[in-house]
């Protein structure tokens, strides 16, 4: 099992940049494909971008491909979603989320793939 805490979120202006962090314990960290998702009020949560296992492949929605990057840091068991030219609507909770994966360079954007949730943080965008 895995425990995830996400950290970084908060209130910034439209084109400003935001990163937010999310640190694993438990076991293994490079056990886990990691993956984004946002959750807007009123909608379902959607994919935002993953990471493989080595941090050798990555994946992003096309809402955000550009703009926002994954990364992570085996050695401190930490993920990282870099958000660069922010919108209103990149305005929502953010989740990061772990896939036990056995494959090393496979990332999923399936929701009922991953196996392990944060708590979520809070983004806002004003315009």
């Known amino acids: 099992q895995v425990q995830l805490v996400e950290s970084g979120g908060g209130l910034v202006q439209a084109g400003d940049s935001l990163r937010l962090s999310c640190a694993a314990s438990?076991?293994?960290?490079?056990?886990?494909?990691m993956g984004w998702f946002r959750q807007a009020p009123g909608k379902e949560r959607e994919f935002v971008g993953g990471?493989?296992?080595?941090?050798?492949?990555?994946r992003y929605a096309d809402s955000v491909k550009g703009r926002f990057t994954i990364s992570r840091v085996n050695a401190k068991n930490t993920v990282y979603l870099q958000m660069n030219s922010l919108k209103p609507e990149d305005t929502a909770v953010y989740y990061c989320?772990?896939?036990?994966?056995?494959?090393?360079?496979?990332?999923?954007?399936?929701?009922?793939?991953?196996?392990?949730w944060g708590q979520g943080t809070q983004v806002t965008v004003s315009s």
């Open positions: 989320a772990a896939n036990e994966e056995r494959r090393s360079f496979s990332v999923t954007s399936t929701l009922t793939d991953y196996d392990y």
């Open positions: 438990g076991r293994t960290f490079s056990s886990y494909a």
């Open positions: 990471i493989s296992r080595i941090g050798s492949v990555t």
